[in-house]
């Protein structure tokens, strides 16, 4: 009964709204909802794994048309990482969109650095405890106009403890009778044992260009108490902008090596496009324009929030942000998981038609991937491409980027890319030692650039 009310609710929303927007998302709803239920899910799933085919790589994500608002929050911080020492709190959270209780599933998985499985490893090396457990804590939503329920896992709990540091993947299922083995929804997060130091600089004066368009990253690994025999068979290293995974660069081999560690410098690859500072809005209460909104609509049976339009820029313009990061909250500020609204939210990038890649709105909320949802649209008469995303109420960053032909977002036709951005750059380093099964991470810097140096 519950799919059957899904799919009823998504092709009301199709009916009540063509007419209003022609936007992506309803077009993508349509087609889904022309298939059979049991069909669409599967279609969907394959649609997104498509997608991440194109890097291996970490991907927090929904999986379903009814699943929304996936976040791994870490110590009750919404805006850090999903990266954390052994043994720290965090929850993995998520709504349903429907009041109807789901006994939900998780399993916990081992990945390697590149966050494919770990085959070598046996469950009970990773995990003490039992794994498939449901996830116990639930609450319903409170006088919203959509309904849903909020799930929250905590980990480490009673029933789970993690003993590797190394990436980890969970994955929810529907426990029930009707439903496919397929997951609902995947988290991603690493753990970490600071063995190793990293020394890491930014600069604007790179291998291609000095203070125009490019960000440089120089990194330094120092060994510490681990030994390292063969540093470019055994270390495995990310570096990536603004947590972005579809622009990160993974396992570049180092160019100075000796006995106390290993150093990349005077790396072209390791030049990262500046970029343009985030948008931001804030949607605190659905009756009143917040920032970034130009206006609030009731089309039953939904908000709408129109932002204000944007452009390509060509100039850098200061304005501080959390580089894609979203906080799901109201004015109340009190209950936020379960008394936020979900809204459509309206993007509106007015610039003539690009060729090549499509374009896509990209933040946090989608783990700054190309999410099908974010796809926009050309509007000839508006001379602007447009989209419409079902968000919870909050505060949100965004930028719009267009898809290149290894499907990496770039904006340098979409936002313009400027050497005064200020960026967040992430550096993981995981040791597999010859003869050991896994990858384990014993390095973590964040990089908080200022755009002066």
């Known amino acids: 009964m519950k799919k059957l009310q899904v799919s009823s609710f998504l092709l009301k929303e199709f009916a009540n709204y063509h007419l ?129 329920t909020h799930y929250r896992l905590s980990l480490p709990n009673e029933n789970t403890r993690l003993l590797l540091p190394g990436n980890y993947r969970v994955r929810v299922y529907a426990d029930e009778r009707d439903s496919s083995d397929e997951p609902v929804l995947e988290a991603c997060f690493s753990l970490l044992s600071p063995e190793m130091a990293i020394r890491a600089t930014v600069s604007s004066n790179t ?92 089309y039953d049976p939904h908000y709408h929030a129109t932002l204000f339009a944007m452009s390509p820029q060509h100039n850098y313009t200061y304005n501080p942000d959390r580089n894609g990061a979203f906080v799901i909250r109201h004015s109340g500020d009190e209950d936020n998981d379960t008394q936020c609204e979900y809204l459509f939210v309206h993007f509106l990038l007015v610039m003539p038609r690009l060729d090549g890649g499509d374009v896509y709105v990209c933040g946090l909320w989608d783990n700054g991937f190309p999410d099908p949802m974010c796809k926009m649209s050309y509007d000839e008469s508006q001379c602007a491409y447009e989209c419409g995303v079902l968000l919870k ?26 050497y005064q951005t200020e960026n967040e750059y992430i550096i993981l380093v995981y040791h597999r030692p010859q003869g050991t099964r896994y990858d384990a991470l014993v390095g973590y810097q964040l990089i908080n650039y200022d755009g002066t140096r």
Not at 396 to 402: A, C, D, E, P
Request: aromatic content about 14%; charged content about 20%; glycine content about 6%.
């Open 20 to 148: 209003f927007f022609h936007f992506s998302f309803f077009h993508f709803s349509l087609f889904h909802y022309l298939c059979s239920v049991k069909h669409q899910k599967r279609l969907l799933f394959a649609l997104l794994s498509f997608i991440s085919l194109s890097i291996a790589a970490q991907q927090t994500r929904s999986l379903s048309e009814q699943i929304r608002t996936v976040q791994v929050i870490v110590k009750g911080d919404p805006l850090l990482p999903p990266i954390m020492e052994m043994g720290d709190p965090f929850e993995i959270a998520f709504d349903d969109l429907t009041h109807e209780y789901t006994r939900y599933i998780y399993k916990v998985e081992f990945c390697n650095s590149d966050w494919s499985v770990n085959e070598d490893v046996f469950e009970s090396d990773y995990l003490e405890g039992f794994n498939g457990q449901p996830i116990d804590e639930y609450e319903k939503s409170l006088n919203t106009t959509v309904l849903y």
């Open 207 to 298: 291998e291609v260009d000095f203070n125009q368009k490019h960000q440089q990253v120089t990194y330094a690994v120092s060994y510490g108490s681990r030994r390292v025999i063969d540093p470019q068979r055994e270390l495995h290293t990310v570096v990536m902008q603004n947590r972005r995974w579809d622009s990160a660069v993974m396992d570049l081999m180092p160019n100075i090596q000796n006995t106390m560690g290993v150093e990349w410098t005077h790396r072209r690859e390791l030049i990262f496009s500046a970029g343009s500072e985030y948008h931001k809005f804030e949607i605190l209460d659905v009756h009143q324009n917040g920032m970034g909104v130009d206006k609030m609509r009731w």
């Open 393 to 418: 109420q909050g505060y949100y960053n965004y930028q719009f980027r267009q898809l290149d032909s290894h499907g990496v977002g770039q904006t340098v036709r979409t936002e313009g890319d400027f």
